[in-house]
């Protein structure tokens, strides 16, 4: 008997201030070092600082980096339960601080110029 996934399309947490003014791009999300939840999913959170070098070469996943590694910020819940996955990742844009799970570094405002961080 194969594996049997539910996913659940419900509207996810908007991190953006103004959603109709971003750039975002696809990149495949790290599932290493990502602890699983109490109904046993991985979930990259949707705010999250990622980065690794996923924007010179499309072949790095991405991984949490709230450092001067920075590259965006995850804009929905990436489930990585059953290894890699695809996500958005915001390059450009508004990004609404409440909605983060993790505040981000001075290091990480520093290097993400194209993403402005708003309370």
Known sequence: MGKFVVTDYANGKEILK??????????????TGITANADGKKIVPAGTIVGGGMLVDRSV??????????????????DVTYGPAVGAVVIHGF????????????????????ITFMK
């Open 18 to 31: 103004y959603p109709d003014h971003h750039v975002s791009m696809t990149a495949t999300f790290d599932d």
């Open 61 to 78: 996943k991405a991984k949490a980096a709230n450092d001067a590694t920075a590259e965006g910020v995850s804009r929905y819940d990436v």
């Open 95 to 114: 990004v609404d601080l409440a909605k983060l799970p993790v505040q981000p570094s001075a290091e990480a405002i520093g290097v993400l110029k194209q």
